[in-house]
């Protein structure tokens, strides 16, 4: 039987991923078990394909397990919360407001709960959208929309396939880019006029190299206590403000 689970955003079975892409459903990506290429399958997968939906084939126990029993016939797909926006509509919403454009750059985020406060707090500051990655981060659940605690509905986020080359697209369109990290320049002595995009890494590692090498500034915030680093959106909301203090 084939069936979504709303609260987890799961959509069950070949026949509700086929008539959800068919519908035009925002699909994060689509889990296919090992192996599994007839029927219907091979279709779906190049329906995902054509629209750029990330494709993980996974064992298929683990694929049971995730669908709590329920026959999926080796197919299943988490579903966004919300629709995912563009570049071009980040810089529309920017332009609307006349306002330089603001927009905050997740690299590699995994944790739900960090990109939602991330979401509301963008949304409270007056951010004009969101970036992040299709592959390497989490996506637009319903985790993150139940933290974002209805920012998702009004804050753009686009799904990029390479942060590397979005930024240099950014710094093409007159954006400075801004890295948080250690060792750069305090938090509260930079300036953050004109174009911005703050670079928010991930929770465990920070921003990756390559990433790094893209930004214009390094700005850190002081690390007073035995702890040497701050939670990922607690750290964002911080130069979030500052940020739209300093505009």
């Known amino acids: 039987m084939d069936f979504e689970n709303e609260h987890q955003g799961l959509i069950i079975g070949r026949n509700a991923v086929a008539e959800a892409l068919r519908s035009g459903r925002a699909i994060d990506s689509l889990l296919v078990a090992k192996g599994e290429r007839g029927g219907s399958v091979g279709k779906i997968m190049a329906q995902c394909r054509e629209k750029g939906i990330v494709i993980k084939e996974t064992d298929i126990r683990k694929l049971d397990k995730l669908c709590a ?7 299943a797909a988490w579903a966004a919360v919300h629709e995912y926006s563009s570049i071009e509509d980040i810089l529309a919403n920017a332009e609307s407001k006349n306002e330089a454009p603001f927009v905050i750059i997740c690299d590699e985020i995994e944790d739900p709960h960090n990109l939602g406060a991330i979401i509301r707090t963008a949304d409270a500051c007056g951010a004009h959208g ?3 990655p299709k592959r390497r981060g989490v996506a ?18 686009a799904r990029v396939a390479n942060l590397a080359s979005t930024i240099e697209e950014l710094k093409e369109k007159g954006f400075w880019i801004y890295g948080a990290d ?19 890494g991930s929770e465990g590692r920070g921003i990756s190299r390559l990433i790094k090498e893209k930004c214009d500034f390094i700005v850190s915030l002081p690390m007073k206590g035995r702890i040497n680093s701050l939670n990922a959106s607690v750290a964002a909301g911080i130069l979030m403000y500052e940020i739209a203090k300093n505009r």
């Not at 060792?183 to 300036?191: A, E, H, L």
Request: proline letters at 2%; glycine letters at 12%.
């Open 69 to 75: 029993g329920a026959n999926h016939q080796g197919v």
């Open 130 to 132: 969101i970036i992040i």
């Open 140 to 157: 637009l659940t319903y985790a993150v929309g139940k933290v974002s605690a209805g920012a998702v509905e009004y804050v753009p986020v």
């Open 182 to 200: 250690m060792d750069g320049t305090r938090w509260d002595k930079q300036d953050y006029s004109g174009s911005v995009a703050l670079v928010v």
